[in-house]
Each structure stands twice: as C-alpha cells, then as structure tokens.
C-alpha cells in the first residue's frame, strides 16, 4: 500500500498540486525561460512568443485555421476557453476581413456555470456563453456566422453535449491553466472515499466525461480574482466542463500562458509534468502527457521567475 500523501496547504479536503513530492516542484520552479522549450518532444511542443499581439494573434489564427478545414461533407472546428479572451474580438475581426463563411464549421465551448442546478442564463455576468458571445460571435457579420445548432455549449443536457462531439472534427481544444493546474473545469477531486490517501489514478480520472463538478476552492478563488473585482461571494461553486473523454476526441490541445491566470510556478510545473510524462490528478493538466498532440504557447514577458523576493 502507498503511503498517505501530504495534505494540501491550501484547501484540506481536496487534492492539489501541494500534495506533490517537493523533489518535483522544487525541479519545475528551478526551469528558467531558456529551459521551456528545452522540455519540448515529441507529441508536445513548447513555444514561446515574445510580444502580447503576436501572442493573442497566433492564439486567433488558431481558430480560423480549425474552421477553414470545414467542408459540407467533414464538418470542423474548436475547442475554445474564456480564459484567455483576448483572443476572441480578433477571431470576429479576422472572420470578417477575410470573408470566412462558416456554415459547415463548429465551436465548443469548455464550460458553463451552475446555480441552483441549472447551468446560468444567457445574461449571467460571469457567464461563458455570454462572454464568447459578446466578444466574438456577435460580432461576426451574421452572412458569415455559423448556424447556432453549431453552437455547443455544456449544460445540463449532457447527453446533447457529448453526441454534439460526433458532428464534427475537433481540429484544435484550446485552453488556458487555472491555479489549481486545470484545463476547462478537470478540477482535482476532493480527498474522499477511496481517494483519502492518494488521488485516483490517472486512467481513472481519464474516463470522465463531460459533466457537473464541484469547483476546488482555487478555482473559485481565480475566477473571483481575474473575473470578478475579488466578489467571490458572487462565483458559482459548481460548472459544467468539458471531460477528458471529449479532450482526447480533439486532434489537439494548445494551452496559452499570458503569465497572469497561474503563476511562475504553475505554468513551469505541468509543462516540466508533460514533458516527463509524470501523471498525477492532484495536477490535473499532467495527464495531457498522454495525449498525442499537445502544445504549450507562452507570452514571454509572461514566465516571470520563481524566486523569493518581497517586493
């Protein structure tokens, strides 16, 4: 039997990158910026960009080359976050200039909140529906814009999620990384049943779907944070997310690190995981170490630094 793994220090009930072996944290927040894309192999791929436009401009020609490789009879398109959404005026602006029709092309969006056990409305201000909608996809020209059957977002009707996932190709997942080391919603679980001791294994934890989670308190806490001027009071402890089922349907999986969603460590820690296919579900973003084809995109002025300094 295993021995009992540390407890968190941030949240005592759940699991979190904190119950790691220091040995691996101590070796991630020990990479520097010349030592990321050293971490690259093959089926994962680090890139680093140095500007912030060039940075959210790449991240938006992500989604027009997903879409451009929609046809009537192969259906395509993407995966995308709230979080970064720089990116998504551009897409529009792009869609536009360039005149993409997209009617045979598709979106998923990751995740939706859950109040009351409902997902939220369309006019709930943190709201991912609402934000895709307000910062992209209204502001396609409506010629070009996508069917809203094209549309797909995760809400209680999981069943309608999950098929949506057989209409058309997923060319690209993209995603950001919260503080507790996520893609979408895969929060680590909570430290319970036959998890007390240590965090379920990570073949597992790749059998979940699409689903309703509980949030680890980080995540609630990020959202407030980046989000919510600090109102965590106002941030729902439950969301619908994208599973891993889904993830591995996609062909491939980039994350974007602007710098300010995870810290210096965070963004170290699960591409140093990736790289040496350490699986661990306290750190949920290192089971994309068995995926096929993931990238990591950062913003250089981004990466920061690791050292302890009051400042």
Not at 147 to 156: E, R, T, V
Not at 186 to 196: F, K, L, Q, S
Not at 224 to 253: F, Y
Not at 285 to 309: E, W
Request: with cysteine.
């Amino acid at each position: 039997m295993a021995p009992r793994r540390n407890e968190s220090r941030v949240a005592p009930g759940w699991w979190d990158y904190t119950t790691l072996d220091k040995k691996i944290l101590n070796a991630a927040a020990k990479l520097t910026e010349k030592d990321l894309p050293k971490l690259s192999r093959k089926g994962f791929q680090v890139r680093i960009h140095d500007t912030v436009q060039e940075f959210y401009n790449a991240e938006a020609l992500e989604y027009i080359e997903a879409w451009m490789q929609a046809t009537p009879k192969r259906p395509a398109g993407i995966c995308g976050p709230v979080g970064p959404v720089e990116q998504l005026p551009l897409v529009a602006q792009i869609v536009n200039s360039i005149g993409l029709d997209l009617k045979h092309a598709h979106f998923w969006g990751m995740d939706e909140w859950v109040k009351n056990g409902k997902t939220v409305g369309k006019d709930f201000p943190l709201g991912f529906f609402k934000a895709d909608w307000d910062l992209c996809f209204s502001r396609i020209d409506p010629k070009l814009r996508m069917p809203m059957a094209n549309l797909h977002f995760p809400d209680m009707d999981v069943k309608r999620y999950v098929d949506s996932w057989n209409s058309a190709r997923c060319v690209i997942m993209q995603g950001g990384q919260g503080e507790v080391k996520h893609w979408a919603f895969n929060d680590p679980p909570r430290r319970e049943g036959d998890y007390v001791d240590q965090p379920p294994p990570p073949e597992a934890y790749r059998k979940l779907g699409a689903r309703m989670l509980d949030l680890h308190p980080l995540t609630m806490i990020q959202n407030a944070r980046t989000s919510g001027g600090g109102r965590v009071q106002d941030v729902p402890h439950q969301a619908m997310t994208v599973g891993p089922r889904e993830t591995w349907k996609a062909e491939c999986v980039s994350i974007w690190h602007p710098g300010f969603h995870d810290n210096p460590l965070g963004i170290r820690l699960t591409a140093y995981m990736i790289s040496k296919r350490i699986m661990d579900t306290s750190v949920p973003m290192s089971l994309l170490a068995d995926h096929p084809n993931v990238r990591f995109n950062y913003l250089r002025p981004g990466i920061g630094s690791c050292a302890v300094d009051i400042h």
